[in-house]
């Protein structure tokens, strides 16, 4: 079994492609015993680097005396053998016989050293980093820009150098820190990069169509589209899921708990003394009340659109705990976020200015550190508004209507932001996954919206102007299949049959015996159905003219410039007449629960 294993191996090693491309039948010349071998081989070679019979058991290494070696050495023994037999065979060449590697283990040894060899090599071009036109560059090595390649490496270079470097400048020079995370996060992005390139993947990348260009747009985006900015974000998000922890630097309540402790220590018995008081109110029996009422500030009353989610009565134990730690009911807790703010306003009010004055443990300087970070906690300039999309709520009033033959929904949600003056933005919304065939669906997203309309001042501060003036625009649709999106999918698979036509006309070598005129018939249809693709693309997905409105809601954003996290219930309303919308079980349009803050950072 050992020596029939050995010549199925060299039989299937034959071809250039591998040992999995010739048939087992061809191979075997259709013997049973000879085909499963041959089947059983070609796994092993798949799943094992070892010697494919000694991995089956059809060659015992020990008894065999199988070894791992490449530079085995074949001699002519007594009697006209062969040494080492398991290895070796004789082979007649004229009227001479001459010993060789048997042709199963012999090729496949081969493989071996071939793989080695283009790992080694590989290796020494990441380490030599030499370019292909130096002497002993070898087959890996750093590919020379050419063309629109080297104008556009050349133009990346001197866009980080100068645009980079002056924008770094001017933010250095700004008293504000708001336009310094853009420019640090550009450098270490760009100091990444480059350090990638140079020291580990050059070679590789550089052998890469259109990386140069591609290098090029990607640093055109980070320096003139806050692309940087946007990387720090979307890192920071995931870092904030990741680690949920509050002792994280990039969680809100530890910035809190750090400036706390800062106005603790610059005010003495002062700020503990109050400190103190708003625990204990916190935990008297009114204060949930109070808190409630307090909810309502600003002279920001619920309407027709939205509601403080005060309702648990169709809640389960879990869900309510975890949105009360969310709007902050509990009057056994109050967060840093709280303490930080309420101590802020005791700071600026009349009483507590009073109080400092009077005091004469607290300094001069500690005065005046208490009122700067008291200003700056007050003064709230959101950037961002996150917006955390929960689903309906329980019962038939928060279902969506029925929106297809089978009574389901497909709902996801679009959100924009609406100043006072000026036009909807993002131009594309926000956009939320979709919860396929359900009409109570629980999309459990969060997104992110930067706020429009505020500025940089001389002082190099950011100022939000007109975030007490915008309102949020959320709407539900449903995703619905009609004459785009059918001509979408219809095209996406005669792209795709094409596509495996042109491969196997290629592979047989029909395509080269097509006419001019039958090779222009093909373009033609090519081009034509990359054009219905594309249409149907930007209909179907982009502009979304197939779905129908299922309800709208608005938010005005004033109710968050408290700094605290909002849950809310949106209840929707038909955009068009509301004769011909659709409606649930008990005459409405759903009810959607979600979780709304404004953001500095």
């Not at 890469?208 to 055109?220: A, D, G």
């Not at 109050?274 to 949930?288: I, K, W």
């Not at 949105?323 to 009349?350: A, E, G, H, W, Y």
Request: aromatic share 10%.
């Amino acid at each position: 079994m050992c020596g029939l294993c050995d010549d199925v191996v060299g039989d299937l090693m034959v071809g250039a492609d591998g040992i999995s491309v010739i048939p087992c039948g061809t191979a075997c010349l259709g013997i049973k015993g000879c085909i499963e071998m041959c089947e059983k081989v070609k796994e092993a070679s798949e799943e094992t680097s070892e010697f494919p019979c000694i991995a089956l058991g059809y060659c015992d290494a020990m008894e065999h005396g199988y070894v791992s070696s490449d530079d085995i050495d074949c001699k002519s023994g007594a009697f006209f053998s062969c040494q080492p037999k398991q290895y070796c065979r004789r082979k007649r060449e004229g009227v001479k016989m001459r010993c060789e590697l048997k042709p199963g283990i012999g090729r496949w040894n081969g493989m071996k050293n071939l793989a080695s060899t283009h790992t080694a090599a590989l290796a020494s071009g990441l380490s030599s980093q030499l370019y292909c036109s130096e002497p002993g560059a070898g087959p890996y090595c750093i590919a020379k820009p050419q063309g629109f390649g080297l104008l556009a490496e050349w133009a990346g270079f001197c866009l980080a150098v100068l645009v980079g470097g002056y924008k770094s400048i001017t933010a250095l020079e700004t008293p504000g820190g708001n336009d310094d995370r853009q420019w640090l996060t550009f450098w270490v992005i760009y100091t990444l990069w480059l350090c990638v390139e140079r020291f580990a993947l050059r070679v590789i990348l550089s052998n890469v169509p259109l990386y140069y260009e591609i290098k090029f747009f990607s640093i055109y985006w980070l320096l003139f589209h806050s692309g940087a900015e946007t990387c720090y974000r979307k890192l920071r998000r995931i870092l904030e899921r990741l680690l949920k922890d509050r002792s994280c630097v990039w969680a809100d309540e530890a910035i809190a708990q750090e400036g706390l402790q800062l106005m603790i220590n610059a005010g003495g018995e002062v700020i503990q003394d109050r400190l103190d008081q708003l625990e204990v109110e916190n935990q008297s029996p009114q204060s949930g009340t109070r808190r409630k009422a307090s909810n309502m500030r600003m002279s920001w009353a619920p309407s027709q659109y939205w509601q403080y989610d005060f309702d648990m009565d169709n809640e389960t134990e879990a869900c309510r705990k975890r949105r009360l730690s969310q709007i902050d009911l509990n009057p056994q807790s109050m967060t840093n976020r709280q303490k930080l703010f309420l101590l802020s306003k005791f700071v600026l009010s009349s009483e507590g200015s009073f109080q400092l004055e009077q005091s004469d443990f607290i300094s001069e300087t500690d005065k005046v550190l208490l009122i700067e970070r008291a200003a700056q906690v007050v003064s709230f300039q959101p950037r961002f508004l996150r917006l955390k999309l929960h689903g309906s709520i329980a019962g038939p009033q928060g279902e969506l209507p029925p929106m297809d033959a089978k009574g389901l929904a497909d709902g996801y949600v679009i959100c924009h932001l609406v100043p006072a003056s000026g036009l909807p933005y993002p131009p594309k919304g926000s956009q939320s996954s979709t919860c396929y065939r359900n009409l109570s669906p629980q999309w459990n997203q969060e997104l992110e919206i930067p706020l429009e309309g505020g500025r940089i001042d001389s002082d190099g501060f950011f100022r939000s102007e007109h975030a007490h003036t915008t309102q949020l625009h959320l709407v539900v649709l449903d995703a619905d299949v009609g004459e785009w999106s059918i001509l979408l999918y219809a095209s996406r698979i005669l792209v795709l049959l094409e596509a495996v036509c042109w491969i196997i006309a290629y592979i047989d070598g029909d395509i080269d015996n097509l006419s001019d005129f039958g090779q222009w018939v093909w373009i033609g249809v090519t081009v034509v159905l990359i054009i219905n693709y594309v249409v149907g693309y930007y209909m179907a997905v982009l502009q979304r003219s197939d779905d129908e409105p299922v309800g709208f809601c608005t938010v005005p954003l004033g109710i968050l410039l408290d700094q605290q996290k909002h849950t809310l219930k949106l209840t929707l309303h038909p955009e068009d007449d509301e004769s011909k919308a659709r409606q649930n079980s008990v005459g409405g349009y759903g009810v959607i629960r979600v979780t709304l803050s404004l953001s500095e950072t």
